[in-house]
């Protein structure tokens, strides 16, 4: 028996252990975050290196486009940045799943954190020359986003191997409500540290934060291809075999269109500013508009606090349905609104709806998919989630300057309750799915 065939059979055999201790829990602990995967120490972890560089992250997100807009005094150059690490991302994604199938996935956790460290260590080095050259500042965001394109496929691949099956939503929920907390306080923290510290420290501070990273990488169990998958290449047919894999996979195709639909047609952020400067003006602008982004996120992270509520639930088919039609549903309430904190409390509904599906979708990603194509899924997986925002932002964009912002979003929501319920009734695949 080979070392991943020795973690997942002890996995197993700490699930069977510990389920008479979890039965027992009572009162509001029900209710609260499921932290069972926690007791998995290999897990551990990979999620406490996830609190330190899910801030991290954000820290740079924040000081790239504030140091090109600082060179260039233009909102299109920070536009153009985004999508110059949009196309290495989606690339080195689905190239990094097909990757995370054939080689240790711990072995290129670790080289990818390193090489994004050393990114995040550039940054800083351009910074504190004073370089001010956009061209620069591209190429390394285009070379970061190639780094955590293949990071991410691996990582999420990794902890169906870490906690047994029944604890995988309880891990998705765990993992997905830091990275949430990391979008809220991230740019806070950046907004609040660059008049005290300076732009460049921010880059630094974040190449600091992913050494832990790094050394909880060093830590986890050695993750090998199971099943002989190693003597495979992973080239352009493998990532068209994970394609494939998908179109015959019922289940796994309509998790992916359930996301999709959500995100595309339900994902109204290029309308906050208009909505801001003119719906919900006599709030002040600027209020609006900070909330407007932030209600999603913010709701997300309660829904990851009390994620007691739903993480043992069996039926994760229909978790999926049910989620992604309370995002649509709060999605059109928010539009239809003209008072901003009914509105801030709709979406902030909606960033519960999306924790609830994003738990539910992953779960189904991770244990449909067996675990010679679970990287080429989460490859795929990194693609919808980074690309259906930016869909979003063309496709609302244009609605709202058709009919007005309002409309565009009441709509929006509708579309994505229309089209998820039509999915349900269409493909019974998806509401039988359940483990």
């Known amino acids: 028996m080979d070392t991943s065939d020795t973690t997942e059979s002890s996995t197993t055999a700490q699930a069977a252990d510990q389920g008479p201790a979890d039965a027992g829990r009572r009162g509001w602990r029900r209710w609260a975050m499921d932290t069972r995967p926690l007791r998995r120490p290999a897990f551990r972890r990979l999620w406490t290196s996830t609190i330190v ?227 919900y003006a006599p709030y002040g602008e600027g209020l609006a508009l900070g909330l407007l982004f932030a209600a999603v996120p913010i709701g997300a992270v309660i829904g990851g606090l009390f994620s007691g509520t739903f993480s043992r639930a069996r039926r994760h088919g229909w978790m999926v349905i049910g989620a992604v039609t309370a995002w649509g549903i709060a999605v059109a309430g928010s539009g239809a609104s003209r008072n901003l904190w009914i509105a801030v409390a709709f979406l902030a509904a909606a960033g519960v709806a999306d924790m609830v599906s994003m738990v539910f979708r992953g779960a189904i990603l991770l244990s449909a998919a067996t675990d010679e194509m679970r990287g080429r899924m989460q490859g795929v997986f990194t693609v919808v989630v980074a690309g259906g925002p930016r869909l979003a932002d063309v496709l609302h964009g244009t609605a709202g300057s058709a009919l007005g912002p309002r409309a565009a979003v009441v709509g929006g929501g509708l579309l994505v309750v229309v089209l998820t319920l039509g999915l349900a009734t269409a493909a019974p695949a998806l509401r039988r799915y359940r483990v």
């Open 53 to 279: 560089t899910a801030v991290g992250s954000q820290l740079t997100a924040v000081a790239v486009p504030k140091q090109i807009y600082d060179i260039t005094g233009s909102s299109a150059w920070v536009g153009y940045a985004s999508l110059a690490g949009l196309l290495p991302m989606v690339v080195f994604a689905l190239w990094g799943g097909a990757v995370a199938d054939t080689v240790d996935r711990r072995k290129l956790l670790l080289v990818t954190n390193i090489g994004i460290a050393v990114t995040s260590l550039l940054f800083w080095l351009q910074a504190l020359t004073g370089l001010d050259s956009v061209v620069v500042l591209m190429v390394l965001l285009a070379v970061q986003q190639a780094f955590f394109g293949l990071n991410s496929p691996a990582r999420n691949a990794s902890i169906a191997r870490l906690v047994p099956e029944d604890e995988l939503p309880a891990a998705n929920a765990l993992g997905s409500t830091v990275m949430q907390t990391g979008l809220v306080a991230g740019p806070l923290l950046a907004g609040a540290l660059i008049p005290v510290i300076g732009l460049p420290e921010l880059y630094l501070v974040d190449a600091v934060a992913l050494c832990a990273t790094v050394w909880a990488v060093l830590r986890l169990p050695a993750l090998p291809p199971l099943n002989g998958s190693a003597a495979r290449r992973a080239g352009v047919r493998e990532v068209a075999a994970g394609f494939r894999y998908i179109s015959g996979h019922k289940v796994l195709l309509l998790s992916f269109l359930a996301d999709i639909v959500a995100m595309v047609f339900g994902m109204p952020r290029a309308l906050f500013p208009q909505l801001a400067a003119e719906t």
